[in-house]
Nanobody, 122 residues
Framework: QVQLVESGGTLVQAGGSLRLSCAAS????????MGWFRQAPGKEREFVAAISYNGGTTLYADSVKGRFTISRDNAKNTVHLQMNSLKPDDTAVYYC???????????????WGQGTQVTVSS
C-alpha cells in the first residue's frame, strides 16, 4: 500500500516556474515507477511525465518535453516535477501516481494522490 500526497500547486504567471512535490508513504516506494498526470477542466486526464523505480529512465509528453523535469529521491520517498516556461495550457489539476510498471499509460498506475491545482495566468 502506498499513499501519495501532492503539494506545490498554485497560481503562477505565464513564463514562470513551479515545482511540484509528491510525498509517498510505505517502505516499497523505491520499487515503484512514478508518474505525473494532469486533468484540465472539461478534458480527459493526460500523461505528463514518468520516472523508473531507480530514476534511471524518464519519459515525457511531447507537450512538456524540454520544459518539465521529473526526478525522485528514494531516500526521502519523494518525487518532484520541475515545471519551467509555464503556459496557460498547463493549467490543470496535477496528480502523482505510483505503479509497478514504467509507462505513460494511466492504467499501469495503481496508487494515486488527491491532486494539486496549477493555474497559469496569461
Amino acid at each position: 500500500q502506498v499513499q501519495l500526497v501532492e503539494s506545490g500547486g498554485t497560481l503562477v504567471q505565464a513564463g514562470g516556474s513551479l515545482r511540484l512535490s509528491c510525498a509517498a508513504s510505505g517502505r516499497t516506494f523505491s520499487s515503484y515507477a512514478m508518474g505525473w498526470f494532469r486533468q484540465a477542466p472539461g478534458k480527459e486526464r493526460e500523461f505528463v511525465a514518468a520516472i523508473s523505480y531507480n530514476g534511471g529512465t524518464t519519459l515525457y509528453a511531447d507537450s512538456v518535453k524540454g520544459r518539465f523535469t521529473i526526478s525522485r529521491d528514494n531516500a526521502k520517498n519523494t518525487v518532484h516535477l520541475q515545471m519551467n516556461s509555464l503556459k496557460p495550457d498547463d493549467t490543470a489539476v496535477y496528480y502523482c501516481a505510483a505503479g509497478p510498471r514504467f509507462s505513460g499509460l494511466s492504467e499501469f498506475y495503481t496508487y494515486w494522490g488527491q491532486g494539486t491545482q496549477v493555474t497559469v495566468s496569461s
